[in-house]
């Protein structure tokens, strides 16, 4: 399916130039990253004027407006007017990243030397004087095709950070008893600019009541047949129900989307869920994340804003799983140990009853949840407890993460890069085997020590880069991740 709940980026560049350089040198250098770029596969919009004053700021950033642009890349190509280049983060309503030329050749430091090596630091200087908030790469100085790839990698933290400045997070709930995991203090969504919707259960099932009979289900089955296949729908005489229910959020997803553009959901779905809409709703979860629009189970609002932020930065699907089991000794002997450099710490499982997309499993199928079959229906034929989708997550990088509100206030972070191994997990639910460099320590002294719910946002690559860049510029101050031997946490016993 396509992802269709994000921000399109277009993205511009503005060169600027301080008046005592000549000025042809920031333009020039400029259209060389435009050209960079294009070979690079992207498009950017080439701010024509050129800004060495207050006067050029406002005309290049009303330019870069009328063109469409949400996302600016402002160019050193020399050294650069202080006042105006960081006056552009101010009057420009979206991200904004600087970057500045390194110097072309030996053969010409005369009239062709640039300075904007220097020029960088009174940029961020000033920024700061301003408190402005800005997207700096790593080692931000370079020839055009290094830019070129600088702005690539800025794309998807622009995406993300207009896609929160536009988010609902849409809640039906409360969370389940003995659920406390999953508190989610909403003062912390308002200061990323997130907005937040609270509702009942109730509210979600006299809506969904109110679908019953709508002339979409026919159509919303038939894409469900096709999606599952035959080996992956036992259950035919579910989708009608499912599908009413897929169309109760989408339609509620527009009804009260308000003055935002994208939307998040938080619902709780046991254990008066099952009982009384007469399923499961993990498979229609799955299918709305396939398409961008993430449902977070047991109503964690900060797991549905992780997976928002997943998707934004991966412009792909995502999931949400509990950091759930370890991996018995016998089978990391067996299946993982012979193949991989992994010890048995650094594995585990990750699962969910049934909420990840088809197309991020190996081979699926609806099927019903046996945990809430047992307590539901004594364990017998099932029937609303079915609905679930269930299979091995398929092998690959991923990237393990959330973005949290403690208890008393506070945003924190946490990332670590790993993969899902090929390993069978011989279990029940959308399960995988996970391989996370170090998991151990980092499970004692982040997950467990800095209070961490048991549920991750999942996405499905390598994304930490990206990621720890947009924590930085949403101004979170403790973004932990998966630290290598000889680099002890705060907390670790050097004599452990």
């Given amino acids: 399916m396509t992802i269709t709940n994000i921000p399109q980026v277009k993205c511009g560049i ?86 500045a030329a390194a110097e072309e050749t030996g053969k010409n430091l005369i009239n062709g030397r640039g300075d904007a090596y220097c020029g960088m630091l009174n940029c961020s200087y000033n920024l700061g004087l301003r408190h402005l908030k800005a997207f700096i790469p790593e080692y931000p100085v370079g020839t055009a095709e290094d830019l070129a790839t600088m702005i690539g990698e800025f794309q998807p933290v622009a995406r993300t950070l207009l896609g929160l400045k536009s988010l609902k997070i849409i809640t039906f709930g409360p969370r389940p008893q003995d659920f406390f995991a999953c508190n989610a203090p909403i003062n912390g969504l308002y200061d990323l600019g997130v907005e937040v919707e609270e509702n009942s259960e109730l509210d979600l099932l006299v809506s969904y009541r109110e679908h019953e009979g709508d002339s979409r289900i026919k159509d919303v089955v038939a894409d ?155 364990g017998g034929t099932p029937d609303f407890t079915r609905g679930t989708l269930e299979g091995d997550i398929a092998a690959g990088e991923i990237t393990f993460f959330r973005l949290q509100n403690t208890a008393n206030g506070h945003l924190r972070s946490y990332i670590a890069q790993g993969e899902v191994l090929p390993a069978p997990t011989n279990s029940f639910g959308g399960i995988g085997i996970f391989a996370i460099p170090e998991m151990g320590r980092f499970y004692r002294h982040v997950l467990i020590a800095k209070q961490y719910p048991h549920h991750g946002a999942v996405a499905f690559g390598h994304f930490g880069k990206a990621l720890y860049s947009i924590f930085q510029y949403l101004g979170i101050q403790d973004i932990a991740f998966n630290q290598p031997k000889g680099m002890l946490y705060p907390d670790e016993n050097p004599f452990a």
């Fill in 14 to 99: 503005i060169s600027v130039s301080r008046d005592c350089f000549i000025i042809s040198l920031s333009e020039n250098r400029r259209k060389a990253i435009v050209d960079a770029y294009a070979k690079q596969g992207g498009t950017l919009y080439e701010v024509k004027k050129t800004v060495e004053n207050e006067t050029d700021m406002i005309e290049a950033v009303a330019e870069a407006k009328q063109a469409g642009c949400n996302a600016l890349a402002v160019f050193l190509g020399n050294f650069g007017p202080e006042t105006p280049e960081t006056l552009i983060a101010k009057y420009f309503d979206g991200p904004v990243m600087y970057i």
């Fill in 224 to 378: 469900m047949t096709a999606e599952l296949g035959k080996d992956g729908n036992p259950y035919p005489d579910l989708l009608p129900r499912m599908a009413q229910y897929e169309l109760t959020l989408l339609d509620w997803m527009t009804a009260h989307k308000g003055s935002s553009k994208y939307v998040a959901f938080a619902n709780k779905c046991w254990p008066a869920f099952p009982s009384q809409f007469g399923f499961e709703p993990c498979y229609v979860n799955s299918r709305l994340v396939s398409r961008g629009i993430p449902v977070a189970c047991e109503v964690d609002i900060y797991g549905a804003l992780s997976e928002y932020i997943g998707i934004c930065v991966s412009n792909d699907t995502v999931t949400l799983l509990d950091i759930n089991n370890s991996v018995p000794k016998d089978l990391f002997e067996e299946t993982i140990k012979p193949s991989t450099n992994y010890t048995l710490k650094d594995t585990f499982m990750g699962f969910h009853c049934g909420n990840t997309p088809l197309c991020k499993l190996k081979k699926g199928g609806v099927k019903y949840q046996l945990i809430q079959n047992r307590l539901l229906e004594d």
